[in-house]
């Protein structure tokens, strides 16, 4: 036991934690639009409860990676079709592009619905889930956002107490923001639609890595991972040209006025 309070595992414990808070920035986002589907009185209590048994249910997947790593790389399939795709699928990369293409569709229907109705704020007539489903969901999306975590920590350490400790710590503070994301997007709707631009961007990196998991080729060409990097570098200029964006429009919109009165 002792063998575990040593000063290179408290620094890999700080580690994992900031790398569970990175890595779930995505996961957090999507938790708090699809929270949106649940009655309103229940939508704090869908987040907290969604989060709390989603870490309960990514240690499990951590226990079981842990030991059966080999088996979730072993190729299940292969398609090639001459001179338009070519792939090597396996539990992991089928899980990767399910998240991925499942996050780009809840992320246009919800632009979808943003462009079709008149009142931004006509959340009446968007049709809302039971509590039990927008949970289920929550949950899946959460251990498909946890692959890259898990993986990443196993890189680090090979101490499980060490990583179930970092996930435990990174779903509270999960629990911690989700209501505060959820507030904040709530009331600056602009934010939101900007939001639901990140999430699809959120699943266009998981099919690129699902599709280098894969070694997916179309028309001859390797689908190669978005890098992290490249991820924060496009979210950094589209909240720059948000804030750009909306400081001109208030510009404008008081030039107008002065100019009527």
Not at 110 to 122: A, C, K, T
């Amino acid at each position: 036991m002792s063998h575990l309070f040593t000063l290179e595992n408290f620094v890999t414990l700080l580690m994992l934690i900031a790398l569970q808070l990175v890595l779930g920035f995505d996961n957090l986002l999507y938790i708090s639009i699809e929270s949106k589907r649940a009655p309103l009185e229940r939508q704090s209590y869908v987040r907290k409860f969604g989060i709390g048994l989603a870490v309960i249910l990514r240690i499990v997947l951590l226990f079981a990676l842990v030991n059966l790593i080999k088996w979730a790389n072993i190729e299940l399939f292969s398609v090639d079709i001459s001179k338009f795709i070519e792939g090597h699928f396996n539990i992991h990369s089928l899980i990767v592009l399910f998240g991925g293409v499942f996050i780009i569709y809840t992320a246009l229907k919800e632009i979808w619905h943003i462009i079709v109705y008149n009142d931004i704020d006509l959340e009446k007539d968007k049709k809302t889930k039971s509590v039990g489903s927008v949970i289920m969901w929550i949950v899946i999306m959460n251990l498909v956002f946890s692959f890259d975590s898990i993986l990443s920590a196993m890189a680090l350490t090979d101490v499980f107490t060490i990583m179930a400790t970092a996930i435990i710590i990174g779903g509270i503070l999960m629990i911690w923001l989700a209501d505060r994301v959820s507030k904040f997007l709530e009331e600056n709707k602009l934010y939101e639609v900007l939001g639901l631009f990140v999430l699809f961007i959120v699943g266009i990196m998981l099919l690129t890595e699902g599709g280098e998991l894969s070694e997916l080729k179309i028309f001859g060409n390797p689908i190669e991972k978005m890098s992290k990097t490249t991820f924060y570098f496009i979210i950094t200029i589209l909240v720059l040209i948000d804030l750009v964006q909306s400081r001109y429009q208030k510009k404008l919109l008081t030039a107008k006025n002065d100019k009527k009165s």
